[in-house]
């Protein structure tokens, strides 16, 4: 079992930065792909970035492309998502997720959908006013 915990959540205004973290405990992440997605009132889960085991390649939806970046400190167990220029429309809750059933595995198409993972974290709150 591994228990994914985000942090870093808040309340911002329109063009701040965020930098959210997951740590992962009970098992080592550091072979597997993770990624975060975000759910806003009313809409379904979203794929926001994926990365892969050793840190490269990533991959971003467009929505937040060139804004976000995902990382990974495999030292900490840990994976980041620093969010730039934020907008209101990126207001959502941010969902951490691995995938621990593939290990050294890395595909970007598949890496896209909630069901390639296996783990997820309860979400932090990202507010971003106007």
């Known amino acids: 079992q591994v228990q994914l915990v985000e942090s870093g959540g808040g309340l911002v205004q329109a063009g701040d930065s965020l930098r959210l973290s997951c740590a992962a405990s009970?098992?080592?992440?550091?072979?597997?792909?993770m990624g975060w997605f975000r759910q806003a009132p009313g809409k379904e889960r979203e794929f926001v970035a994926a990365?892969?085991?050793?840190?490269?390649?990533?991959n971003y939806a467009d929505s937040v492309k060139g804004r976000f970046t995902i990382s990974r400190d495999n030292t900490k167990n840990t994976v980041y998502l620093q969010m730039n220029s934020l907008k209101p429309e990126d207001t959502a809750v941010y969902y951490c997720?691995?995938?621990?059933?593939?290990?050294?595995?890395?595909?970007?198409?598949?890496?896209?959908?909630?069901?390639?993972?296996?783990?997820w974290g309860r979400g932090t709150q990202v507010t971003v006013s106007s």
């Open positions: 997720a691995a995938d621990m059933s593939r290990s050294y595995y890395y595909n970007e198409r598949i890496y896209t959908q909630t069901s390639a993972y296996d783990y």
């Open positions: 009970g098992r080592t992440v550091s072979t597997y792909t």
């Open positions: 990365i892969n085991w050793s840190g490269l390649p990533t």
